[in-house]
C-alpha cells in the first residue's frame, strides 16, 4: 500500500483540499492523511509539493507515432496540399521515423502527464514501442483502402495487425482496437466486415470523419479538390460513400469520431442519438486549414468529446497542455472558467469512458493512474484551479501507471 498526499485532489465531485489517497495498482481509499496513516502503518507516503493538483493520469485519444519524424516536410495551411505532401514524404517520413523516435515522443506524453493514448497505426511499427512504454496504450490499427480490387488484401493485412496486438503481453497494456481510416478511403464492404470485427470482440472503434472541407464536398456531391485526387491516383470519379451511409455502418457500436469539424447540426444530433463521441484536435484542425469544431454545440448535444493531440504530421508537439492551450483560445464564446473545466474533464473522465478503460476518475477502484502537477503560487480563489492548471503546466511534476511511478 502507499499513500499520496496533495494540497488538491481532482475527483468526480470537484476538487477537495488536503486529503489523501491510499493505493495499491488501484485506487484503495481517500480520507485524511492522519486517517489513512493509522490504518495502513507501514505504506509508503509520497508527499507532493505544496501548491500540487493530484489529476487522474491524463488521456490523449488520437495520435499518430509512426509520423514522429515530420518537422518541416509536410505542408501546412490547406488540407489538399498537406494531403498531397503526404502521400509525396510518407515513404520517407515513416523510414525516418524509428524505435527512439517515438520512445522520445511517448516520454514528451508522460512529461505531460499522459499515462494513456490511443495510437493509431498504419503499418504496425510502433507496436514494439508500444509494447515497452510504461503508459497504457489503446492500439487502434487502421483500415484503409477504397479501391474494391484491392480490399481483401487490404484487409488480410490489417487483420494480421489486430491480431499481433491482440497477442501482446498483458504486462503492456495494450487495448487492441480498430481504426477506419476516414470515409472517402475506406471501401464500404470491407468498413462493415471491422465494424463487426469490433463489435465481435468489444474493441474500441475510432474513424477519422468529416474533417475538411475537401472531404465533406466529395462525399456530398463527388466535387472539390478531392475529385482531382482520386483521377490521379485511382482513376475514379465518385466516391465510395455518402456521409449518410457512412454514419449508418456505426448505428450500433459507440465509435469515436476524429475532427468532425465539417459537420452539420442534423450529423450531430445523430452522433448524440448514438451516443458517438468525437475527438477535438484544435492545433491538427488550424494548421490543416480545416475550420472550427463547434465545441458549444457538443456541450448543447451532450456529445462525448476528449482533446487530443494528433500525430506530428499536423501538430508541432504532443503536450496535452499545449493542446489544452490551443483549445482554450480558440472557443472564444464559452466562459473561460467553464471551458477549462470541461477541457480537464474531456481528458480524463470522459476520455476514459471513450476507450472503455476503468481509468481517468480518482475514485475508489480505479486504475492508480495519476498526474500531479505543481502550481506557481496558492490559487486564490479554488474556482479558478482548472483554469491555472491549463495555463501554468509545461510539464508535471510525476507521474504513475498502477501505482508506480514513471516520471
Ligand atoms: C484510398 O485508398 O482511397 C486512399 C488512401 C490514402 C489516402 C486517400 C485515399
Ligand atoms: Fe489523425
Redesign the pocket.
Known sequence: MKIIEADFIYTPKGFIKSKAIAFTTQIEEIDTVETLKEKYPDAQTIQTKPNSVLYPGFINTHVHLEFSANKTSLKYGSFMPW?DSV?EHREDLVGACNNAIMQEQCNAMIRSGITTFGAISSFGNELEVCERTPQRVVFFNEL????AQYADMLYGDFTERVNASMSCEESSRITPAIAI??P???HPIILQRAVNLAKQHTLPLSAHFLESQAEKEWLEYGEGELKG??KK??NTTTPVTTIPEFLHAFDSYPTHFTHAVQIETRGLEILAAKNHSIAHCPRSNRYLGCGRLPLEKLHDLGINYSVATDGLSSNDSLNIFDELRASLMLHQEIPIDILANKLIESVTSNAADILGLNIGRIEKEKSADFAVLTLPETPKREEEIALWTILHTKEVSSVLVDGEEIL
Not at 144 to 147: H, P, V, Y
Open positions: 494531403l502521400i484503409i483502402g477504397s479501391n481510416h476516414s472517402y478511403s475506406v485526387f482520386f491516383y485511382f
